[in-house]
């Protein structure tokens, strides 16, 4: 299969109504902000909810445990998605069965880190998608073993549109955790969090130079592509209850060739979204943008 052989840059609009996107754990997981009080959902949530969207996409690939079976493995799973049992990113890499590459391939004696590293690439989609470091070797073979991938797909954090109006709201649970059930317990006091209204916009890329050292493809990209309109499928919490969050717009920019005929600067500032969630895109001559409705 051919990598990537055209640029191509992308744009999501996304909605929050009543919903906390991103918390901040050091901040009392208030909904995360910049200095100017413009709501932030960092990269690492995004690329978390892709994840997540191509897990469940995949997941009959992993029941069969075909590994010439046409699904795509993910490796980094958060434990509330995650499907094949393993218990850390380490066993998952050592697995000797379909779902991960032995021990052997982060032996330095046995097996070049070229050669590893072209193995995880062409085993899970996100990390010849965003790259991923392994640094597993801490046995006598495999001591100070570290192999570091850089991917073609970059996603930047997503900011809302104008500043963010939070709204906070303080909490009590009464919850019997102790003893025969009998009595009462006390009353835990907490705080809840949401953005009450607010339109954001993440801008990403991908490059084809990068994509030629792991493999990443225009099968890859359509994957992907195929995901983001329903970005928020499944994640629903009570931080992010059901339909609080959405996918409005997907922008989608695919160049003529490897370099582009644009900058991704100058592709992603040819967007321009208001605050009430429309868009008007500038003209690039030679290049016209896909718009896909989210889901």
Known sequence: MSTLNHKIDFALILTVNHANPNGDPLNGNRPRTDYAG????????????????LISRYEPWFKSNDPAGEGQAIFVQS???????????KNRAEADTPIGLGKDAFNPKKQHKDVTAKQACAHWL????????????????????????????TIQSAFSVEPVSITSTQITKSVSGEGDGSKKGSDTMGMKHRVDQAVYVVYGAM????????????????TIKSVLPRLFEGDASSARPEGSM???KVIWWQHSSKAGQYSS??????????????????????????EIDGF
Request: proline share 3%; with cysteine.
């Open 126 to 153: 996100d990390v010849r998608a965003f790259g991923q470091v392994f640094a597993f070797g801490k046995d006598a073979d495999a001591a100070g073993v570290s192999i570091a991938i850089r991917g073609p797909v």
């Open 207 to 222: 490059t084809p130079q990068l994509a030629e050292k792991t493999g990443f493809s225009d099968a890859d990209a359509e």
């Open 38 to 53: 413009h709501g932030e959902i960092t990269d690492v949530c995004l690329k978390r909810k892709i994840r997540d969207r």
């Open 265 to 290: 600067a100058k592709v992603h500032g040819s967007l321009h979204v208001n605050a009430d969630g429309s868009y008007s895109l500038d003209s690039l001559e030679g290049l016209n943008p896909q």
């Open 246 to 248: 959405a996918v409005k």
């Open 79 to 89: 434990d509330e998605n995650k499907i094949d049992g393993m218990t850390s990113l």
